[in-house]
Each structure stands twice: as C-alpha cells, then as structure tokens.
C-alpha cells in the first residue's frame, strides 16, 4: 500500500484559467476528503466523500469548486475560473469508515495562481 | 471555520526536553487526532485518542484528553531536532464524520 497519492505535487495557473487535482486514497478506504490549507493556517474542510457519495460540503466550496468521486475510487476537485485566493495547498485523506478511525493525507496539491 | 485551537502557537525547545501542547475545541467528538506536518509537505498521523480514553501512549508521545474541559494535550519527550514541525490536532466531531483542524503550534527543536 503506497498511501494516499495526490496529482500534480505543484500547479502554476493563469488566473481565469481552470484546474484539476486527483486523489487517489489508500485502497479500500471507503471514506475520501478534500481539505485546503493555507499558509501558517491549520487545514480547512472542503467536501467528504462515502464512496462515491459526496455527503458534505462546506460553505468554503463556492460554485466554481467541484469534486466528484466516480465509482467510489479516485477523486478529482476542479477550480473553474481561478482565482489569486484560490492560492493555497489542497489535501486530501482517506479513512476506512467507522467511528474511531484514523485519516491518512496524501502530499498535497500546491496551487499557485499568478 | 477551526474548531480547535492549539496553545501555544509557537514553541522553541532544546534538543532532550520535552515539549508540551494544548488543544482546545468546541463541540462534542467521538475521537481527537494528532498530526504531524513538515514545512510545505503533508500530514502524517501520530495518534488517536477516542472520546472514552483519558490517555493514550505511543513511543515518545503521549496524549491526554479530557472532555469535561474539552481538551487534549500532546507532549513529546526526549525531543529530537527531527521533531521540529507544526502539530495540529483534529475533531472527529459527533454527528458528522468530517475532521475539523486547530490552527497548529509551531515546535522548533534546537540542536
């Protein structure tokens, strides 16, 4: 088992321009988060995913944030239109489910929009 | 939003003491969790304590929890310059199965 894995490591972007992370959590993990960490800031909630249903959202996801888990395995988060304050590091984690359970991050997605 | 929040935020020891950090938090939890990050890098997962424990051991760390004050504590002993990072816990909060993080303490470990 090699982790939760996290595609591109860096993003430079364009602002207007639009972008998409993968996550790949560790296998079997049934439950799949999406955190945003900005700098000296501790991660912020985004969206969590029950296999392939995503049961919530935070407010932080506005309508140019969408993530999606197809099948329940693999899960992608697209910006549309960036932004200079979508600049941050994007992480997502894996647990297995069940009360009491660890969460596994992957390395993040640092996403610079310039 | 942050639930929790770290005491204190920064802390500079030298290498062999121990360090000691607070965490407080707001609601009810089922579980609390501890992280490790390294500058600009990921998460890694040190321990979890469950709402039912008071205290939880694991090599130089050890954890305590107290819900009537809702609060944690994290100490590392025997600190080595390797430990040098920021600690973050994390609310397994009840009813919702999202981890809601502190603000972090900054630990510096001097050689």
Known sequence: DTGVSQDPRHKITKRGQNVTFRCDPISEHNRLYWYRQTLGQGPEFLTYFQNEAQLEKSRLLSDRFSAERPKGSFSTLEIQRTEQGDSAMYLCASSPGGRGTEAFFGQGTRLTVV | ?111
């Open chain 2, 1 to 111: 939003s942050q639930q929790g929040e770290e005491d204190p935020q920064a802390l500079s020891i030298q290498e062999g003491e121990n360090a000691t950090m607070n965490c407080s938090y707001k609601t009810s939890i089922n579980n609390l969790q501890w992280y490790r990050q390294n500058s600009g890098r990921g998460l890694v997962h040190l321990i979890l304590i469950r709402s039912n424990e008071r205290e939880k051991h694991s090599g130089r760390l050890r954890v305590t929890l107290d819900t009537s004050k809702k609060s944690s504590s994290l100490l590392i002993t025997a600190s080595r310059a390797a430990d040098t990072a920021s600690y973050f816990c994390a609310t397994d909060v009840s009813g919702t199965y999202k981890y809601i993080f502190g603000t972090g303490t900054r630990l510096k470990v001097l050689a």
